[in-house]
């Protein structure tokens, strides 16, 4: 046995030192991101030919832009994902400012556990307590018929409202959290600032608080618009057959069809509709990716 | 600049003041923060409260800005009650303690904030942007981010961005607190001249004294939710009128003692440590007196101070030298603890420890106060 140099031995030492201690990492990332990414991608570029035979080709991407049902419910998707993203921005963006900036340092923690306890029940549970609240023999349409503003039970289920209602509730944990983490930053006396140079309420909040906030915005969004998109339970559960929600075209054609290729075709387009959609919002507002990673 | 008509009938003094307290108190709970508390400001001065931290100078500043409602009194600018106008329609501009600049703004842009809330247009802003950062030393600096400039100069943006605005008075909240020594000396000269340059009304709050008295016009002292006294920085160093604004304005030796009668010169007093006193003041039993460190007069020999009642002697016991406000530590029969004022240009200027040495003071240097 020849040894070898002793520089040379060092040298390979820090380098096997280097391997293990990034080995966890390149592992995760490549069992577990990179290489189902792959598998996704070459079963979306094979086309079947004949029974049990595939050949390379942009068959399942031409069927997805051919079939109206199919690029229909993408686009539907999109378009109420960022509704749904636009929503949560809205209810929960004064709900996060009161807790970063006006409640008492007691009701703070409180108010977090009140946003987080719902989050304890698995999302098929809250989306059933939906269910209950919104079906017609549910609680809404019995309190109608009490109070005497609806003549027979009403059903409030199974349309796009009660889609959206549903993800936006789900969602505004994930806006509220950095949302008030960006705004606990903000020294109180730069609002006050704002107010004493005369500065109105509407000016204040556009001028000085949404711009702090700006990262928190970004970062919430970005994390709502992900789990909307990708959401699968909330829009069969309470949209019914009027869901329509892309990730159910996926579950279909990988479950019910058995049909692989499209399916990975579908998931491929999910993946871009996200990225490109990210991208958008970041260039929209002139943040970046990594400052928007650290804020949130 | 906007004249305000006197066809409002206020108070008497409401009138000629750019600023005035009517009986103002604020209660929080239970707690009493500012105890009917009632001055008024003449248009261009340079008006400070000075108060230990907690006296309620900073809520009394809240509530002229208008961050705060007091529970009862009027606040008035020139002669008007701003008790209904909300913080962001009272001719007044506030510096913070933190000076509060918008980080995600350039100079420019936050000076140019509080035009663009009036309405000003983009033009005349831009000019006035121009002449304000022009007149407190910053021309050209309208595009510079804010977060990229020394404390000075920070202190400056936070103040064009009040004065460009013309206001009938600006808030002062300790903006100099957050400098370094060195800077804060600097800017107290500077501060005092934009000031008269501007001859804008300045309300300055500040726990430093020094502050208070090199730059204020008038004083107020403040402990307790209430002002002790009102007055030139003159008249509260030289003629404290109560026991705190003795103790707290300025450096003094602070003794307890009692009263033995009144003498040829002044109020006999003797100390707890023996030595016998003639001072200035009133009071019979127990009393506090202050005598500044630089009231006393030094001698080699007890003999020289022939005209002075108040003559003793005794020993250096430490030499603090500090350039001109070096003191002498003095132990003396019947004094606990005595401190004097070392002149450097004098004879004395080289005294060592242990030496003998003779002081004395004028009964008008020592006041007393019922303690």
């Not at chain 2, 000031?195 to 402990?223: K, W």
């Not at chain 2, 002149?343 to 008008?364: K, S, T």
Request: glycine share 10%.
């Amino acid at each position: 046995m020849t040894a070898l140099p002793s520089s040379e031995r060092s040298l390979f030492a820090e380098k096997l030192g280097l391997f293990l201690l990034l080995a966890p990492a390149v592992l995760w990332l490549g069992v577990l991101v990179i290489l189902p990414h792959v598998e996704i991608a070459v079963l979306s570029f094979s086309e079947r030919i004949a029974p049990r035979v595939y050949a390379f080709g942009f068959g399942n991407y031409l069927e997805f832009l051919g079939e109206p049902i199919y690029w229909r419910t993408f686009a539907r998707t999109a378009f109420l994902s960022i509704l749904v993203t636009l929503i949560t921005l809205v209810i929960s963006f004064p709900v996060a400012l009161y807790i970063a900036k006006f409640a008492s340092g007691k009701s703070k923690p409180l108010l977090f556990l009140m946003c987080l306890i719902p989050f304890w029940a698995s999302e098929l549970v809250r989306t059933l307590g939906w269910m209950m609240m919104l079906r017609e023999t549910g609680v809404l349409s019995f309190l109608l018929q009490k109070a005497g503003l609806a003549s027979g039970p009403v059903e409030m289920l199974y349309n796009d409202a009660s889609v959206v209602l549903g993800l936006v509730y789900g969602g505004m944990l994930f806006m509220i959290v950095p949302l008030t983490n960006a705004l606990e930053s903000l020294e109180t006396a730069q609002i006050e600032a704002g107010y004493d140079l005369g500065g109105s309420h509407l000016t204040v909040l556009r001028r000085i608080i949404i711009p702090h906030a700006m990262p928190g915005i970004v970062a919430g969004s970005i994390v709502v618009f992900m789990l909307t998109v990708g959401n699968f339970v909330t829009p069969v559960m309470l949209g019914g057959k009027n869901g329509l929600w892309f990730t159910e075209q996926i579950y279909s054609q990988f479950i019910t069809r058995f049909n692989w290729p499209q399916g990975s075709a579908f998931g491929f387009m999910l993946l871009l509709l996200s990225t490109v959609i990210v991208w958008l919002g970041l260039r929209l507002t002139g943040q970046g990716f990594a400052e928007t990673l650290r804020k949130a | 600049m906007t004249l305000v008509g006197n066809g409002v009938r206020g108070d008497f003094m409401s009138d000629s003041a750019d600023l005035a307290l009517l009986s103002v108190v604020k209660e929080f709970g239970a707690h009493r923060a500012v105890d009917s508390v009632t001055f008024d400001v003449a248009p261009g001065e340079f008006f400070s409260i000075l108060g230990p931290s907690g006296c309620g100078k900073t809520t009394l500043m809240r509530m002229i800005a208008g961050f705060e409602h007091p529970t009862s009194g009027d606040i008035r600018i020139r002669g008007k009650s701003m008790l209904a106008v909300p913080a962001n329609k009272r001719p007044v501009n506030m510096v913070f303690q933190s000076l509060a600049l918008f980080p995600m703004m350039s100079v420019g842009e936050n000076v140019g904030y509080g035009l663009a809330c009036a309405g000003v247009d983009k033009i005349e802003a831009g000019q006035r942007i121009t002449r304000i950062l022009d007149r407190v030393g910053l021309a050209g600096f309208e595009d510079r981010p804010v977060t990229k400039l020394s404390g000075g100069q920070r202190q400056r943006v936070a103040i064009a961005r009040c004065l460009v605005l013309e206001p009938t008075l600006v808030l002062l909240d300790e903006p100099l607190g957050a400098l370094d020594l060195k800077l804060r000396e600097h800017m107290k000269l500077e501060l005092k001249q934009l000031q008269a340059a501007f001859n804008t009304t300045f309300l300055y709050i500040t726990h430093d004294q020094s502050e208070a008295l090199v730059m204020s016009d008038r004083v107020a002292v403040m402990n307790k939710g209430r002002f002790e006294q009102v007055g030139s920085p003159r008249e509260l160093y030289h003629n404290p009128l109560t026991s705190f604004v003795a103790g707290f304005v300025g450096d003094a030796n602070v003794w307890n003692g009692s009263t033995f009668g009144a003498q040829a010169t002044g109020l006999g007093i003797k100390l707890s440590t023996g030595a016998a006193l003639v001072g200035a003041g009133s009071g019979s039993g127990a009393v506090s007196a202050y005598l500044r460190p630089e009231a006393i007069a030094l001698a080699a020999v007890p003999g020289e101070l022939s005209s002075l009642p108040n003559r003793f002697a005794g020993t250096v016991s430490t030499v603090l030298f500090d350039g001109a406000a070096s003191t002498l530590v003095i132990k003396a029969e019947g004094f606990p603890h005595l401190r004097a004022t070392l002149p450097q240009a004098g004879p004395l200027a080289g005294i060592m420890a242990g030496a003998p040495i003779g002081f004395g003071f004028a009964p008008e240097a020592l006041k007393i106060f019922p303690a």
